[in-house]
């Protein structure tokens, strides 16, 4: 495709409602080839770099695996390994770089640091995690609802925890899909829907109990307390965000066929007690699975476009 016709996906809101219909169509598809060991290999020659200015596991080998799988090579890129730790400008960074790949994810700070890159690139480039965003994840979250409850659409997500770039990006996936998400954060950590990007405060409810948040809720989903680079808070978020822990009295009010979802890493007897994740309405490993399932199809769309 030409240039004119160059996807980046930076933010949840970047792919509408169908294009998400097509790209949920396309891992079913592309996940049951994988699970069947039937090869396909649409990315032969292409390649991904990947930038890391934070630390990942499930980020890392679901793009990395994932690009190998479909015929592709990556090449990871650090920080302290590279002149990006060394005061490069981004935009050279991303001049240089977009000249030698096909594609680029990048996990960084700012949001604004990762559209510096993309103004720059000319080459997709894909959001592995900032500090405002985290779509790769979220694209996982409802492939994962999908598979096990079917269509999210009308659908109640409870949110507890930090107003943090999972909740952020929860509330513009609400927004494309039409679900709602009720949100509970300690006073302090609450959602800012400018930078969430909504425009319709209709796709979320702010609850100030976290249990009230949980009730007849569809999915219950938290996150970490303290999330990457804001470690200089970690004590007083810890008191701050003590009552936030989802247990088993939350999940009773949920709906009795409720899912449990954390995009990990976990820490239990935190944002979770083990009773929960390690229950039997989490389904925390499939969420962990399938990012490598949907970033393969995402990255098969932004490279080839639509397939048949
Ligand atoms: N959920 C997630 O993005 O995990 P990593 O930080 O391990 O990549
Ligand atoms: N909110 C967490 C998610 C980690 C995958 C963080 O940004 O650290």
């Not at 494309?176 to 949100?183: E, P, R, S």
């Not at 399938?290 to 048949?308: C, D, F, P, S, T």
Request: charge should be negative; proline fraction near 3%.
């Amino acid at each position: 495709p030409g240039m004119s016709l160059m996807k980046h996906y930076l933010q949840f809101k970047d792919l509408r409602a169908e294009e998400y219909a097509y790209l949920l169509e396309r891992t079913a598809i592309i996940k049951k080839r994988f699970k069947n060991y039937e090869k396909y290999q649409p990315l032969a020659d292409r390649t991904l770099a990947m930038i890391f200015e934070k630390a990942s596991t499930r980020t890392r080998v679901s793009f990395e695996a994932g690009m190998y799988q479909m015929g592709g090579s990556v090449v990871h890129l650090t920080t302290g390994d590279s002149q990006l730790g060394r005061a490069e400008p981004i935009e050279d960074s991303a001049r240089v770089i977009s000249r030698m790949v096909d594609l680029v994810m990048i996990r960084t700070f700012e949001q604004s640091k990762l559209e510096a890159f993309a103004a720059h690139s000319r080459v997709p480039v894909i959001n592995g995690l900032t500090n405002e965003y985290h779509p790769c994840q979220i694209l996982a979250d409802i492939f994962t609802f999908i598979e096990h409850r079917g269509s999210i659409a009308g659908k109640t997500v409870a949110w507890v925890g930090d107003g943090n770039n999972m909740a952020n990006t929860w509330l513009q996936a609400a927004e494309v899909l039409g679900f709602t998400v009720h949100v509970s954060t300690p006073s302090g950590y609450e959602i800012d829907a400018a930078v969430a990007g909504i425009k319709n405060a209709n796709c979320y409810k702010v609850f100030a109990d976290p249990r009230e948040a949980c009730r007849n809720a569809d999915l219950v989903t938290t996150d970490v307390w303290t999330s990457m680079g804001y470690e200089a808070e970690n004590e007083k978020r810890k008191l701050a965000f003590a009552d936030w822990c989802v247990d088993t009295d939350m999940m009773a009010v949920a709906q009795p066929d409720a899912v449990f979802m954390h995009c990990l890493p976990a820490h239990r007897g935190e944002e979770v007690t083990a009773e929960v994740i390690d229950g039997p309405q989490s389904v925390v490993w499939d969420e962990a699975e399938n990012r490598m399932h949907v970033q393969k199809a995402l990255m098969e769309y932004l490279l080839l476009g639509r397939i048949g």
